[in-house]
C-alpha cells in the first residue's frame, strides 16, 4: 500500500465512523438545543431499537424491513420515553431532566438484559451488505457505503423538514427562545414530541447500521455510541443541526487517524486526547466549532 | 442560644456512641457497607458544594477521587511491595510510607492542586459545558490511570493497599466535610457562591470576584473528593481505574440530585438511598423461595429498582427528596406539633443554570 | 445531620434481610459463589455462574459430599469493585460459607480475596489469570485457570514453531489488564526466541471499530507473518470479521477470549479459516468429560456452552468438591490444606495440580485451530 491508499484507506475508515456517530449527534444535539437536557438515555434507546430488530432479522427479514423495524421500535421507545418520563419534566431544572435520563439508561439496560443475555449478538448475515467494495487499494464493504447513503439521505430529510415545514419552522423558533415561541402559541410539548421521535429515529438508522457493520449487540452496546454522539454534539456546537453532523465527521477522524497514525505508546491514550480537544474546543468556542446556526439559544 | 450550640454536640455524641456500638458489634460486611456509606455521604456533600451550592455543575469529581486515592494509596503503600508493584517512582518516594493521616490529606491536597489547574480554564464555562469539560476530567484522569502501569499499576488496579480506615476515620471525615460545607456555605462566601450561581451579572455588579469565589468552592469541594478516594482505597484494599469511571460520574450525580441540589441533608439522604437500599434487594437477586413459593434468579434486580427509584423521584419531587432544604430538628418539631409554619429556608430553589 | 436512630435500624434490619435457601436436604454445605450477571463482566461470568449450578446440580444428584447435599450461594458481582467486596463480606459473615469460588478478573479478585483470607476460608478464582494470584493473596487464595504467561507462550512457540512466522503485529486491549499481560508475555516470548514485532496497536473497552487497526497492518511492508490479537470475549469475532473483510488473510492468532461458538458464528466461517487460539478447553467433541459436560450444558439450558469460563465454572466446583471430599473434615482450613495435595485434577479444562502455593496451576493449554468452521484440536501443551 503506498503512503496516499494508506491515507484514503484511514479517510474512509474515518468518514464511516463518523457518519454513524453524527446520526446519533443529532437526535442529542436537537434534544439539548430545546430542552437544555443530556439525555444519557439516548444510546440506550439505540440499544433497544436494534434489539427489536434483530428478532425481524433472524426471522429472514431483507435489510430494508429490518431497518424499518429498527427505526419503528427506536421511535416508538423515543416517544414513549418522552412522554412518561421527560413530558411532566418539562419545566423542571435541567438537572432534573439529566438524572431522569439516567435512570431510563438504567433501567434499558438492565431490562434487556434480563430479558435476553449479556452474549453478543448480531443480525443475520446480509450478503449484499457484507460484499467488499474496493476502489483501488482502498478496502470498504456496501454496508460502508450503505452508512453514507442513509446518513447523507436522512440528514437531508431532516433538513429539509426543518427548514420548510410549519413543524421544522416552529422547532427552530422554540431553540431560539423557547418562552418567546411559547407565547406565539406553539405547542411546546407537541413540539418535544417530534424533537424526540426525530432523534429517536436517527438513532434507530444508526443502530440497525452498526449491528450489520460491527455484529457485535448487547444490552450496554448503546452506552459508548451515546457518549461518543454527545462529545459529536459538543464539538460540533450542540444545538445545531449540521453542527452535529460535522462533529461526529470530526469525531470519526479524529479517533481513526491517532489510533493509524501515532506510534502504539502514545495511541494508547487515544480517548484522553479525544476529550483534550472536547476541552479545547469548549475553551476556545463553547458553541461549538460550527458557531450557532439554526437551533443554538445564544 | 445555648439550645443552638448544644444541639450539634449532642448530635456528635450521639453519633459517637453510635460509632462505637457498631465497632464494636457489627460484623465486617456491615461495617464495609456502613463505610461505603460514609465515603459516599463525603462525595455528595463535597459534589453538593460545587454543584448545589456554587452552580458548578461537574462531572470530573471522580477524577478528584482518584486522584486522591492513588497518591493517598502510593503514599501508604508498603515500602515492601513499591519497588516491586510501582516501580516508576524515584528511589526516595519508593523507600517512603507515610502514616494514614498525612497521607490522606496529600491526597486531598493533590486533588486540590489539579482543581486550581484544571478550574482556573475551565470555570469560565458555564451550565453543561463545565459539565462536558469536567467530564473529559474524568475520561483523561481514568486513561492515565489504565495506561501508566509503572505509577498505577494500571487496569488490574493497586491492591495490597493497606486497611487503615475503620469507621471512626470514615464518619470523622464525613462530619468535618459537613462542617465545613456548612459553615461555608452559611458565611459571607457562601452568600456570594449563591449570588454568582443565581445571577452571574449581578453578584459581578455587586462587587464578588466570581472567578475566584467558584474556582475556592471548586478546590474545597475537590479536597474533600481527593480525601474520600483516599478512605476508599483503605477500606477497600484495593483501587482501580474502572471505580472512577462513568459509572461514578453517574452516581455520584444521582445521589446528590435524589436527596437535593443545595441541601446537606438531601446528600446524605441520597447517599443512604444508593448506598444501603441495594443491599436489601440484592438477596433477593439470586433466587430462592419466600414464604413457600419459588421464584427465578432476577439479575439486575437492584438497577432496575434505583432506576426506578431515580425516575419516580424525579417525577413526584423534582427538586429531590430534600429540595434545597435542611433538616432541623426545631422545625421538625414544629411539623409535629402541627404548626404548619413557614420554612426557615435560606435557600430558594432558583432554576439551575 | 445524619438520622443516627435510622442508620442503627438499618443496620440491624440488613441482618433480617438475608432469605433462606431450599429447605429439605439437612445441613447443606454452603459454597459461596460471585459471578458478575450485570455490566460488562456478565459476558464471561454468566457462563461460568451457570456451568457451575450445572456441576452443583450433577453433584447433589449423586448423593453430595460425605452425604450432605451442597448450597451454593451465589451473590452478583454487578461488574463493580466495591459490590464485589460487598459480596465476598456477605458471603463470610452473614451466610457463613465454608468456601468461595467466584470471579474472571485479577482485579476483582484481588479486591474480594484478601477478605477470604483474613477470615480464613479458601477462595477459587475462576477466571483471573495474573499468574502470581495466590501468591499476591495468601494460603487460602487459590487458582483454576493457567496464568497468562502460559496461553501468551504457547501462542508465541506456535507462532515461530508451528506456522513458521518471523514476524508478527500485535494487537490488544489497552483498558483490561488481561488483554495487557498477554499481549506483553507473547512480545517477551516471540522476540526472546528471535521473532520481530513489526508494529502494535491499542484498541478500547467497548470499541466496535477496527478499521483504523486493519488500515495499519495492511499498511506495513513487508506484511507480518501472524496477527496476536490480545482482545476480550465478544470483541474477537469482530475484529477477525472486520480483518478478513479488510483484506487480510494473514493467520490469527487470539488467547483464551476466542473460544466461543459466537466466534464462527458472528464472524462467518469463512472469515474464521487461519484463526487459532490457545484456550482451556477443546470445546471439541472428545467424547470424554468434556463432551459430557457440553451435553449436560445444553439439556440444561438449551444452548452450548458460550465460552471457554463456563469450563472454568464447571471446574471451580468440581475442584472444592475434591477438596471437600478428600479433606480430613468439612472445614475452611481442612478443605484448603486439602487443595494443596490434588496434584492430578482432571477437568473439562484439562489435567492440573494445585500443589503450588503461589502460583496458577501447572495445567497444559489447549491449542485451536477452527477450519470450515469448527474447532479443531491441535493438541494440549505447555510452554
Known amino acids: ?298 | 442560644m445555648g439550645a443552638r450550640s448544644t444541639v450539634p454536640f449532642i448530635a456528635i455524641l450521639l453519633l459517637g456512641a453510635a460509632l462505637w456500638v457498631a465497632e464494636t458489634t457489627l460484623n465486617a460486611f456491615y461495617l464495609q457497607v456502613l463505610g461505603l456509606l460514609g465515603i459516599n455521604i463525603i462525595l455528595t456533600v463535597s459534589l453538593n458544594l460545587a454543584a448545589g451550592y456554587g452552580g458548578m455543575f461537574s462531572l470530573g469529581h471522580p477524577a478528584f477521587a482518584a486522584i486522591g486515592g492513588y497518591t493517598a494509596a502510593i503514599l501508604a503503600y508498603p515500602v515492601t511491595l513499591k519497588a516491586s508493584r510501582i516501580p516508576g517512582y524515584p528511589e526516595w518516594l519508593l523507600q517512603m510510607e507515610v502514616p494514614f493521616l498525612p497521607a490522606l490529606l496529600l491526597g486531598g491536597l493533590t486533588a486540590s492542586v489539579v482543581a486550581v489547574l484544571v478550574g482556573w480554564p475551565v470555570l469560565r464555562l458555564r451550565g453543561h459545558y463545565l459539565a462536558v469539560a469536567t467530564l473529559g476530567l474524568t475520561v483523561i484522569v481514568q486513561v492515565g490511570i489504565v495506561n501508566l502501569v509503572d505509577y498505577t499499576r494500571g487496569a488490574l488496579g493497586l491492591s495490597g493497599i493497606p486497611k487503615h480506615t475503620n469507621l471512626w476515620w470514615i464518619f470523622g471525615f464525613a462530619l468535618a466535610t459537613i462542617y465545613v460545607v456548612y459553615r461555608l456555605v452559611h458565611s459571607r462566601f457562601g452568600r456570594a457562591l449563591r449570588a454568582v450561581r443565581d445571577d452571574y451579572i449581578a453578584a459581578q455588579m455587586s462587587g464578588v470576584n466570581v472567578a475566584r469565589t467558584r474556582l475556592i468552592a471548586f478546590t474545597v469541594s475537590a479536597f474533600f473528593a481527593g480525601a474520600a478516594g483516599g478512605l476508599l482505597g483503605h477500606l477497600l484494599r484495593i483501587l482501580t481505574p474502572g471505580q472512577f469511571s462513568f459509572n461514578a460520574v453517574f452516581i455520584g450525580v444521582a445521589m446528590m440530585i435524589l436527596g437535593g441540589m443545595g441541601s446537606i441533608t438531601g446528600s446524605v439522604v441520597g447517599a443512604v438511598i444508593m448506598t444501603i437500599l441495594p443491599q436489601f434487594i440484592i438477596p433477593f437477586e439470586r433466587g430462592g423461595t419466600i414464604f413457600g413459593a419459588e421464584f427465578p434468579a432476577l439479575n439486575g434486580l437492584t438497577q432496575i429498582v434505583i432506576a426506578l427509584i431515580l425516575i419516580l423521584v424525579m417525577l413526584v419531587r423534582p427538586e429531590g427528596l430534600a429540595g434545597s432544604r435542611e433538616f432541623s430538628i426545631r422545625e421538625t418539631a414544629a411539623r409535629f406539633r402541627g404548626r404548619r409554619k413557614e420554612h426557615g429556608v435560606d435557600i430558594v430553589a432558583v432554576k439551575g443554570k | ?383
Open chain 3, 1 to 383: 445531620m445524619p438520622n443516627l436512630c435510622g442508620r442503627i435500624a438499618l443496620a440491624s434490619a440488613l441482618g433480617l434481610a438475608v432469605l433462606t435457601g431450599p429447605v429439605g436436604a439437612a445441613d447443606p454445605i454452603k459454597l459461596g459463589a460471585i459471578y458478575s450477571v450485570t455490566g460488562g463482566y456478565a459476558v464471561i461470568e454468566d457462563p461460568a455462574l451457570k456451568a457451575a449450578k450445572l456441576a452443583v446440580k450433577e453433584i447433589n444428584a449423586a448423593g453430595g459430599i460425605k452425604g450432605r447435599p451442597i448450597e451454593m450461594i451465589h451473590y452478583d458481582g454487578k461488574s463493580t469493585l466495591a459490590d464485589i467486596a460487598n459480596a465476598a463480606q456477605r458471603l463470610v459473615h452473614e451466610d457463613k460459607v465454608i468456601a468461595i469460588i467466584g470471579v474472571a478478573d485479577s482485579g476483582f479478585y484481588l479486591a474480594s480475596a484478601p477478605i477470604a483470607q483474613d477470615a480464613g476460608i479458601p477462595y477459587l478464582d475462576t477466571g483471573g489469570t495474573v499468574p502470581n494470584l495466590p501468591e499476591q493473596v495468601g494460603e487460602f487464595g487459590h487458582m483454576m485457570p493457567f496464568g497468562d504467561d502460559y496461553q501468551a507462550f504457547v501462542a508465541a512457540d506456535y507462532a515461530l514453531n508451528d506456522l513458521g512466522a518471523k514476524t508478527a503485529f500485535l494487537l490488544r486491549d489497552a483498558d483490561s489488564d488481561y488483554t495487557r499481560a498477554i499481549a506483553a508475555f507473547f512480545k517477551e516470548r516471540f522476540t526472546e526466541k528471535g521473532g520481530k514485532l513489526l508494529d502494535e496497536s491499542s484498541s478500547h473497552l467497548g470499541d466496535t471499530d477496527y478499521s483504523a487497526h486493519i488500515t495499519r497492518i495492511r499498511s506495513l511492508n513487508p506484511q507480518p507473518d501472524v496477527i496476536y490479537a490480545a482482545l476480550n470475549p465478544g470483541d474477537d469475532a469482530t475484529f477477525v470479521r472486520q480483518a478478513r473483510e479488510g483484506g487480510i488473510t494473514l493467520p490469527i492468532i487470539g488467547g483464551d477470549a476466542f473460544d466461543n461458538p459466537d466466534l464462527v458464528k458472528n464472524a462467518g466461517a469463512a472469515n474464521t479459516e487461519n484463526v487459532y487460539f490457545t484456550t482451556h478447553m477443546a470445546l471439541t467433541p472428545d467424547g470424554g468429560i468434556v463432551q459430557k459436560f457440553i451435553d449436560a450444558y445444553k439439556a440444561e439450558y438449551g444452548i452450548p456452552p458460550e465460552n471457554a469460563f463456563a469450563g472454568l465454572g464447571y471446574d471451580s466446583v468440581l475442584l472444592m468438591a475434591e477438596a471437600m471430599n478428600k479433606a480430613s473434615e468439612l472445614s475452611s482450613k481442612a478443605i484448603n490444606d486439602a487443595i494443596f495435595t490434588i496434584t492430578d485434577f482432571n477437568g473439562v479444562t484439562g489435567k492440573a495440580s494445585f500443589a503450588d502455593p503461589k502460583r496458577a496451576p501447572d495445567k497444559e493449554v489447549t491449542l485451536i485451530a477452527v477450519r470450515n468452521g469448527k474447532f479443531e484440536l491441535i493438541g494440549n501443551r505447555k510452554p
Open chain 1, 1 to 298: 500500500m503506498s503512503e496516499l491508499t494508506v491515507f484514503l484507506q484511514q479517510l474512509a475508515n474515518g468518514l464511516v465512523l463518523g457518519f454513524l456517530y453524527g446520526l446519533i449527534a443529532i437526535g442529542l444535539s436537537m434534544v439539548y438545543g430545546l430542552l437544555r437536557m443530556i439525555n444519557f438515555a439516548h444510546g440506550d434507546v439505540l440499544m433497544l431499537g436494534v434489539f427489536i430488530a434483530l428478532p425481524v432479522s433472524w426471522a429472514g427479514a431483507p435489510f430494508p424491513l429490518v431497518l424499518l423495524a429498527g427505526i419503528a421500535a427506536a421511535t416508538a421507545a423515543g416517544w414513549i420515553v418522552q412522554r412518561t418520563v421527560y413530558r411532566p419534566l418539562l419545566k423542571s431544572r435541567d438537572v432534573t431532566l439529566l438524572v431522569a435520563s439516567l435512570g431510563v439508561s438504567l433501567l434499558l439496560q438492565n431490562v434487556v438484559l434480563m430479558l435476553t443475555s449479556p452474549q453478543p449478538k448480531r443480525p443475520a448475515p446480509e450478503p449484499f451488505l457484507d460484499q467488499p467494495f474496493q476502489l483501488g487499494e482502498v478496502y470498504l464493504r456496501n454496508v460502508d457505503l450503505m452508512i453514507v447513503a442513509l446518513a447523507v439521505v436522512f440528514v437531508l430529510c431532516t433538513h429539509l423538514f426543518l427548514q420548510h415545514t410549519r413543524p421544522g419552522l416552529a422547532l427552530r423558533a422554540l431553540a431560539q427562545d423557547i418562552d418567546a415561541a411559547r407565547m406565539m402559541g406553539i405547542r411546546v410539548p407537541r413540539m418535544v414530541a417530534i424533537c424526540f421521535l426525530i432523534g429517536s429515529a436517527l438513532a434507530g438508522v444508526a443502530g440497525v447500521l452498526i449491528g450489520y457493520k460491527y455484529g457485535h449487540l448487547n444490552p450496554y452496546s448503546g452506552f459508548l455510541p451515546g457518549v461518543k454522539g454527545f462529545v459529536a454534539a459538543v464539538i460540533g456546537g450542540i444545538g445545531s443541526f449540521p453542527g452535529a453532523v460535522i462533529g461526529g465527521l470530526i469525531l470519526g477522524l479524529l479517533e481513526v487517524f491517532l489510533v493509524g497514525y501515532l506510534p502504539d505508546a502514545l495511541a494508547q491514550f487515544r480517548d484522553a486526547y479525544v476529550f483534550l480537544v472536547l476541552i479545547l474546543v469548549l475553551l476556545v468556542r463553547p458553541s461549538g466549532l460550527f458557531g450557532k446556526p439554526e437551533l443554538v439559544k445564544a
